[in-house]
């Protein structure tokens, strides 16, 4: 199951966070993104540490889709440094993989 993906970037504005979501899915590169937020990041940055609202969004891709939909985030991104992370899904319900699987097949 070590195909399959949750990516996770997150910006400082709702409508650039739903933007992200529906390009990566719209592009099949991500089955599916959820958008949440608002959520409070603490993180150092330039030597002091920051604390911001941001949106965060994860969305569901394969390892093969992965090096496309990063370029895709940062791209689209409005961060010096966006956060992009992807973590392995090591469990999910057989028909759900095979979903994000074939919503992510290119055209």
Do not use: F, N
């Not at 409508?15 to 992200?20: G, M, T």
Request: net charge negative.
């Amino acid at each position: 199951m070590a195909d399959i993906l949750a990516v996770t970037t997150t910006t400082d504005d709702p409508e650039a966070a739903a933007a992200l979501a529906r390009s990566a899915v719209a592009a099949h590169l991500a089955a599916c993104a959820q958008v949440d937020g608002p959520i409070t990041s603490v993180y150092r940055w330039q030597g002091g540490v920051e604390t911001a609202r941001e949106w965060r969004v994860v969305l569901k891709t394969t390892a093969d889709r992965y090096p496309a939909l990063e370029a895709h985030l940062r791209a689209g991104h409005a961060y010096e440094v966006p956060e992009v992370v992807a973590v392995p899904v090591v469990a999910g319900s057989a028909d759900y993989l095979a979903w994000v699987r074939a919503g992510t097949a290119a055209d």
